[in-house]
């Protein structure tokens, strides 16, 4: 018998082992291909951690200097801060003092007011 009678005669079990090669060989093929992309996607996410690690470091130390700035400028602010007030005091402590620009004494009217400053437990 020639070989074309008996592929023929068997062409139903030919065509399904060829179609059951080919499955196989795909579908190890995508097996393949998914080994190689969770390959990639891990790569990725350790590129991506890493540069958010270092996108959280360099944030950290602008926050830290941002801080430094901020407590300087506190610190002057309070110190301004004294200053005003301590001129305030002094000008306080000026305006309370009795001031007679008015009132005009004669010899007599001094003495009488002498005497009783004198007089004054304080």
């Known amino acids: 018998m020639p070989i074309l009678t008996i592929l023929w005669k068997f062409k139903y079990w030919i065509a399904i082992a060829v179609l059951s090669v080919l499955w196989l060989g795909q579908i190890a093929y ?36 941002i801080n430094k700035v901020s407590a300087d400028y506190e610190t002057e602010k309070s110190a301004q801060r004294r200053q005003v007030e301590t001129v305030t005091h002094e000008v306080q402590k000026i305006i309370e003092r009795p ?6 004494f004669d010899d007599s009217g001094l003495q009488q007011l002498n005497s009783l400053i004198t007089k004054s437990p304080n």
């Open 30 to 65: 995508t097996n393949h291909l998914s080994g190689k992309l969770q390959e990639a996607e891990t790569k990725c996410t350790a590129k991506i951690q890493e540069i958010e690690q270092k996108h959280l470091k360099a944030l950290a130390e602008k926050q830290n200097e």
């Open 99 to 104: 001031v007679y620009l008015n009132n005009c």
